[in-house]
């Protein structure tokens, strides 16, 4: 018999790839998603999905045990982030650290927390490691690192053990075809690109080509959302013996332009494109570390290339282009 798992956000981008691994694995899944930016249609038929804020999980929460909870729901953009900072204080932080504690008064053992690479700001040093100094780039990275914080003394003084998994760029779409990105509105690069390459947009803005970079433009650790997934399941197991904290990247870097390039290469066309101002928030170079995630878990992504990650992204557009079709 499987576990019993509860995924907030888990109808989102990065939940729902998370939520069909684990009932691949024959889990059982219970999906707390307000459905502003989830979909529906990305919940497995096997998960129950309870369409809820996350401050309206207690009953969920009372509804355990659970053998863990991963916390996905959240605002994630950096640039909206920058725009309207407080909405994202009140909406990640406020309300997560609400769903943190009711999690550890339910007597949830074991926490993961979606976090970010953007808790590094400008980093010294790259690749980055858990251990540099903390920075964050924008009011969304602070959002996160608030709820690191939290998730802290949750272990200290409730026993509730946390994994922070810091994101670098989820990218691509499950293999399988099942599940893909689709933001609205969308503002991430890969999705931008290949749309415009199929011509349903206008060309992509590059936003930045001064950057002190080879090519001048940003350059970002692409890691297929699957990878992601399975990284949190690697760490389970970690937790029954205390917290932990993981950069979670690829560690290789890519600058828009090789981005392009991928999406050229595998379309077969070319992506238009003009140079844009850069972007409010946007560190030139953000390349994980991920060598303290698999020395201590074996984890290792199986879609490591740039290529493969296009490849996974492009073919669910392509077969789904109005992506999940309404929300
Ligand atoms: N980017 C860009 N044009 C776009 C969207 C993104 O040049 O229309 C760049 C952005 O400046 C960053 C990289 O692509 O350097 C990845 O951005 P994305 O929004 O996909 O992810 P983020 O790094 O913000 O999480």
Not at 201 to 217: C, E, N, Q, S, W
Not at 250 to 277: K, L, M, W, Y
Request: aromatic share 8%; glycine share 12%; net charge neutral.
């Amino acid at each position: 018999m499987g576990q019993r798992f509860l995924v907030t956000g888990g109808a989102g981008y990065v939940g729902s790839h998370l939520v069909a691994a684990l009932v691949d694995a024959g889990h059982r899944v219970t999906v707390i998603d307000n459905l502003r930016q989830g979909h529906r249609a990305a919940v497995p038929p096997a998960a129950t999905l309870v369409e809820a804020d996350i401050a309206a999980a207690e009953p969920v929460l009372a509804d355990g045990p659970w053998d863990a909870v991963f916390h996905f729901a959240a605002l994630s953009l950096v640039g909206e982030s920058m725009a309207d900072p407080f909405r994202y204080f009140a909406a990640n932080a406020a309300a997560g650290m609400g769903f943190i504690g009711a999690c550890a008064r339910h007597g949830v053992r074991r926490f993961v927390l979606s976090s970010t690479a953007n808790l590094f700001g400008t980093p010294a040093r790259i690749p980055i490691a858990e251990d540099a100094a903390i920075d964050p780039g924008s009011p969304y990275g602070e959002s996160k690192h608030m709820l690191e914080r939290a998730l802290a003394w949750a272990d200290r003084i409730f026993g509730m053990r946390g994994a922070c998994l810091r994101y670098f760029n989820a990218a691509g779409a499950d293999p399988a075809g099942r599940l893909g990105e689709d933001h609205d509105p969308e503002t991430h690069l890969i999705p931008l690109a290949i749309d415009a390459a199929l011509g349903r947009r206008g060309p992509l803005a590059v936003f930045g080509t001064d950057y002190p970079t080879p090519d001048g433009t940003c350059i970002r650790d692409y890691i297929h959302v699957t990878d992601l997934a399975s990284a949190h399941l690697a760490v389970l197991p970690l937790l029954d013996r205390g917290s932990v904290t993981f950069n979670l990247g690829n560690g290789a870097g890519a600058s828009v332009r090789e981005v392009i390039a991928a999406v050229e290469a595998v379309t077969g066309h070319a992506v238009p494109h003009r140079i844009a101002p850069r972007r409010a928030g946007d560190p030139a170079v953000l390349v994980a570390s991920a060598a303290r995630l698999r020395a201590a878990t074996g984890w290792t992504p199986r879609l490591p290339g740039l290529r493969d990650i296009v490849a996974t992204a492009a073919s669910w557009r392509a077969a789904h282009p109005d992506g999940y079709g309404g929300r």
